[in-house]
C-alpha cells in the first residue's frame, strides 16, 4: 500500500449530494475551498466534496477528520469558522 507523502492533517469533507446541494453544500464547498487558499493552508488542511452522506435531513453536512466530527445544517458562518478555528492551531 501506498501513502502520499505529504497527507494534510486535516480534511473537511463537504456533501454535494443533491439534498445538500440544494441546501448550500457546494457554495460552502467553495467558499471553503477559497477560504483554505487565502490562509495558505494548503499544506495543511484539505476540502473535498463528497456525494451524499447519508445524513440528508440535517444537510448540509461536512465531516471533519481525522476528528471524526460530523457537522449538521452548517451554514456559511460555521464553515468560515471551521477554517479560521484550524488555522489558529
Ligand atoms: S445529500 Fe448530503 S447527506 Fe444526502
Known amino acids: 500500500m501506498k501513502h502520499f507523502s505529504r497527507s494534510p492533517e486535516c480534511v473537511f469533507y463537504v456533501c454535494c449530494g443533491s439534498k445538500c446541494k440544494k441546501l448550500g453544500g457546494k457554495h460552502l464547498y467553495k467558499q471553503m475551498k477559497g477560504e483554505v487558499k487565502h490562509r495558505h493552508l494548503k499544506r495543511h488542511a484539505q476540502v473535498i466534496k463528497t456525494g ?3 445524513r440528508c435531513k440535517m444537510g448540509p453536512i461536512v465531516a ?14 460555521m464553515a468560515v469558522g471551521l477554517i479560521h478555528e484550524y488555522s489558529k492551531k
Do not use: G
Open 64 to 77: 471533519v477528520m481525522p476528528r471524526n466530527e460530523w457537522l449538521l445544517q452548517v451554514t456559511e458562518e
Open 52 to 54: 451524499c452522506t447519508d
